[in-house]
């Protein structure tokens, strides 16, 4: 289902539009003096007067709710289904009306109403798109209808679809040409009505203009090459949104945009960069030479003798140029020496392709790097790289394979003119490695002492958390010198005295939070605002990460830190609560159910959670809080909270790692997630909502599999006890069992290299 919501300022025009169809039903009246008997002109004049009573621009709402193609629900079930989408989006005690039409293949109502109420308010709009999305999703559900898609998309263009319209009434023509028609503005930022035309005239759809009183008027009509021809249907007729001054208003945003010279200027570059590195081209080859190489789409155009004498650009922005409109020197019939021969040859000798050579390079050795797990510096993996894999690394990638294609070259003549570039671009990249990763030492090295004179730690617990804190950023402590954890090639003289290594190191130092606490602990040291710390959402996980190192921290700078990482928090989250989030109850109960909860302090509304250390709260935005206080019942929602929160705690799950399998959960990493349920028995905090939508989304699955696998390895650690027992009477080895999942693993990178415990419960 494909909920749509209009506002309007008058409301004459959008019962005229829902009421003066033939072939329409009045399911039923709302919050009037009859569900089914009100006189329609009552009901006019009851809108009108509601909508009165304010001055916004949005004082009436016209939705449609759309069934997919195929799909059948009786007169009475979609009433009841346009009744509750209405009492989910806050109108249920307005006055309105659902009204069917049957004058298209899919079955839709309209539903006319106003927002503004008896008391003069206007219902709270806030929101409106987020809440509609979840309330589809749960009346489908609820309905069993086909589910709606989770985002945005838009439609491509058929390819020169030969439509039959001979068996077609007007209608079936109109909803031709306002489907595409409006694909074609969605997709294409159009700027003029020759554009337009262009982009319909391979879907048989002609365009005609009129200009009347300095107004501009359009029609559009289809010519089908069988023979059919259509009348030209006015373009308000076939969609408002599409008459001539509203696609001018198009138009016009268009070509005013701040990003189009940005986009000829790159456009320029990138076609110039590509002429650099060809001797001659092809015109025939020129969409394919574009596609490959700067990924853009191109489109020739000829001339009556079949000749390509021009292109046409269709950038990613949206925005489609001919070659004249980016540059006047760039086209086909500019360039003739490049583009005279029917040979497309590049150019061996250019600086163009010595570059591209290099990238290849340099591309392959950061490719093996992260293939191999960074057990090394990469300056040292530089180093100690055999030519072979980096060989096999360049033969392996697109830019190698298109620079191959057009070269004409032997495998031989290839080699040398790669291993011509292959030592100077080692070497420079080498000595570049090595300088940033003696700077960056520097950095680590200048933060700790930072740490020490600014007192990041409580004093009595200083020198126990020194080893896990320089872990944390990625460094070790050998002979009164700082190295990099996995390094000794660069080194840092600091004397830090006897740093006491614990017995037991429960914390896995992951390559994307060392890198991350990092950049927290810079910011906060160096007193920088909220704004400016700006943490990634995963930092809240950064105390499960190194507990030592969070636990210890002086009560200033941790407050500093969980309030920035809480913002951060609460804005990923709500982005994750859009799809489930109908209503200002369902806001505050799904933070609830993930162990955040709302206080108000001084009339202003505050998001706070049971995860940290001291007590703190961020403020909501404005727009937000009027939302929520919108609802009637928000305050018996907030004191509901408590029984909530106290489930969370009496069951064991007011921890951070119950966070951190509902993260992964969201992330879509169910395998790492079930791996936590399963061996280490922590549940995630997610309201049953997404609970149930994640289990049908694969997460089910992963826990039988996990599940099966675990019972898979009882009954074979079983067997191999009783076979290594054998094995030791007869003086036969024992078995090394497979290291365990650790599920505390970054899920962003999984390097074998670190082998830390698993964090405690």
């Known amino acids: 289902m494909i909920a749509r919501v209009l506002y309007r300022k008058s409301v004459q025009g959008v019962l005229k539009y829902v009421l003066e169809k033939e072939e329409r039903t009045v399911l039923g009246f709302q919050n009037t003096y009859s569900d089914t008997d009100t006189d329609l002109e009552f009901f006019g004049r009851v809108l009108y007067?509601?909508?009165?009573?304010?001055?916004?621009?949005?004082?009436?709402?016209?939705?449609?709710?759309?069934?997919?193609?195929?799909?059948?629900?009786?007169?009475?079930?979609?009433?009841?289904?346009?009744?509750?989408?209405?009492?989910?989006?806050?109108?249920?005690?307005?006055?309105?009306?659902?009204?069917?039409?049957?004058?298209?293949?899919?079955?839709?109502?309209?539903?006319?109403?106003?927002?503004?109420?008896?008391?003069?308010?206007?219902?709270?709009?806030?929101?409106?798109?987020?809440?509609?999305?979840?309330?589809?999703?749960?009346?489908?559900?609820?309905?069993?209808?086909?589910?709606?898609?989770?985002?945005?998309?838009?439609?491509?263009?058929?390819?020169?679809?030969?439509?039959?319209?001979?068996?077609?009434?007007?209608?079936?023509?109109?909803?031709?040409?306002?489907?595409?028609?409006?694909?074609?503005?969605?997709?294409?930022?159009?700027?003029?009505?020759?554009?337009?035309?262009?982009?319909?005239?391979?879907?048989?759809?002609?365009?005609?203009?009129?200009?009347?009183?300095?107004?501009?008027?359009?029609?559009?009509?289809?010519?089908?090459?069988?023979?059919?021809?259509?009348r030209f249907i006015n373009g308000s007729t076939v969609h408002p949104q599409l008459s001539g001054p509203k696609v001018q208003k198009v138009f016009e945003k268009n070509q005013s945009s701040k990003l189009l010279p940005l986009v000829k200027k790159r456009l320029e570059k990138q076609l110039h960069t590509t002429y650099q590195l060809f001797k001659t081209i092809n015109p025939e080859h020129l969409p394919d030479i574009l596609k490959s190489y700067q990924k853009l789409d191109c489109k020739l155009d000829y001339n009556e003798e079949g000749d390509p004498m021009n292109f046409t650009v269709y950038d990613k922005s949206g925005h489609v140029f001919r070659a004249e409109e980016i540059a006047p020197h760039i086209g086909i019939r500019q360039n003739p020496e490049l583009f005279k021969s029917e040979y497309t040859q590049m150019n061996g000798e250019s600086e163009q392709l010595k570059l591209e050579l290099q990238k290849c390079i340099k591309e392959a050795y950061r490719d093996a790097y992260q293939n191999l797990g960074r057990k090394l510096l990469f300056s040292e993996h530089i180093e100690s790289m055999p030519i072979k894999l980096i060989v096999e690394e360049i033969a392996k990638s697109e830019r190698f394979q298109?620079?191959?294609?057009?070269?004409?070259?032997?495998?031989?003549?290839?080699?040398?003119?790669?291993?011509?570039?292959?030592?100077?671009?080692?070497?420079?990249?080498?000595?570049?490695?090595k300088l940033r990763e003696e700077k960056e030492l520097n950095r680590k090295v200048a933060l700790i002492k930072q740490a020490s004179d600014k007192r990041l730690f409580d004093a009595p617990n200083q020198r126990a958390v020194l080893y896990e804190f320089m872990q944390s950023v990625g460094v070790k402590h050998e002979k009164g010198s700082l190295t990099y954890s996995n390094s000794r090639r660069h080194s840092v003289k600091l004397n830090l005295g006897q740093v006491q290594v614990p017995k037991q190191i429960d914390f896995y130092p992951s390559p994307f939070f060392i890198k991350e606490n990092e950049r927290i602990l810079d910011r906060l040291l160096n007193y920088k605002s909220e704004k400016e710390i700006r943490p990634d959402p995963t930092a809240i996980f950064l105390p499960l990460m190194f507990p030592n190192v969070y636990g210890a921290m002086a009560q200033k700078y941790r407050q500093r830190f969980e309030r920035s990482a809480l913002k951060s928090y609460h804005k990923y989250t709500e982005r994750m609560l859009v799809s489930f989030e109908k209503s200002p109850k369902d806001y505050v109960e799904f933070f609830n159910a993930k162990g955040f909860y709302f206080e108000k302090i001084e009339e202003?509304?505050?998001?706070?959670?049971?995860?940290?250390?001291?007590?703190?709260?961020?403020?909501?935005?404005?727009?937000?809080?009027?939302?929520?206080?919108?609802?009637?019942?928000?305050?018996?929602?907030?004191?509901?909270?408590?029984?909530?929160?106290?489930?969370?705690?009496?069951?064991?799950?007011?921890?951070?790692?119950?966070?951190?399998?509902?993260?992964?959960?969201?992330?879509?990493?169910?395998?790492?997630?079930?791996?936590?349920?399963?061996?280490?028995?922590?549940?995630?905090?997610?309201?049953?909502?997404?609970?149930?939508?994640?289990?049908?989304?694969?997460?089910?699955?992963?826990?039988?599999?996990?599940?099966?696998?675990?019972?898979?390895?009882?009954?074979?650690?079983?067997?191999?006890?009783?076979?290594?027992?054998?094995?030791?009477?007869?003086?036969?080895?024992?078995?090394?069992?497979?290291?365990?999942?650790?599920?505390?693993?970054?899920?962003?990178?999984?390097?074998?290299?670190?082998?830390?415990?698993?964090?405690?419960?």
């Open 49 to 230: 007067h509601l909508g009165n009573r304010h001055g916004s621009e949005k004082r009436y709402v016209h939705i449609s709710l759309n069934l997919p193609h195929g799909e059948h629900l009786d007169d009475r079930e979609f009433f009841q289904l346009s009744k509750k989408y209405m009492e989910h989006m806050g109108y249920g005690g307005q006055p309105f009306v659902v009204i069917r039409h049957h004058d298209t293949k899919h079955e839709h109502v309209h539903i006319v109403s106003s927002t503004i109420k008896e008391d003069c308010l206007q219902i709270n709009l806030s929101n409106d798109i987020r809440r509609s999305i979840a309330t589809q999703k749960h009346l489908e559900k609820e309905f069993n209808l086909s589910p709606s898609p989770d985002t945005k998309r838009t439609k491509e263009l058929p390819k020169y679809e030969m439509p039959e319209f001979r068996h077609r009434d007007e209608n079936g023509v109109r909803f031709y040409i306002q489907d595409i028609v409006n694909i074609a503005l969605q997709k294409y930022k159009v700027r003029s009505f020759e554009e337009l035309a262009q982009h319909l005239k391979n879907h048989h759809i002609e365009l005609r203009t009129v200009e009347r009183n300095g107004r501009i008027g359009v029609s559009y009509g289809v010519k089908v090459e069988d023979g059919y021809k259509s």
């Open 402 to 433: 298109f620079l191959k294609k057009y070269l004409h070259m032997g495998n031989r003549e290839l080699s040398e003119l790669l291993e011509k570039q292959f030592h100077v671009v080692k070497d420079r990249l080498n000595v570049t490695e």
């Open 604 to 761: 202003k509304l505050y998001v706070a959670s049971i995860y940290s250390k001291y007590t703190v709260s961020v403020p909501i935005a404005p727009k937000t809080q009027a939302y929520l206080e919108s609802s009637k019942d928000f305050n018996i929602v907030l004191k509901g909270q408590s029984e909530i929160l106290k489930d969370i705690k009496t069951s064991g799950r007011d921890n951070l790692r119950n966070l951190w399998a509902t993260h992964l959960i969201e992330r879509g990493q169910y395998k790492k997630a079930s791996y936590l349920f399963v061996l280490d028995g922590v549940r995630p905090n997610l309201p049953l909502q997404q609970l149930e939508y994640h289990m049908q989304n694969g997460l089910k699955q992963a826990l039988v599999s996990v599940s099966q696998k675990q019972m898979a390895n009882k009954k074979a650690r079983l067997l191999r006890n009783g076979v290594y027992a054998l094995g030791n009477i007869l003086g036969g080895k024992g078995y090394k069992e497979e290291e365990p999942f650790n599920g505390f693993k970054d899920e962003f990178t999984d390097f074998t290299k670190y082998k830390g415990r698993e964090l405690s419960k």
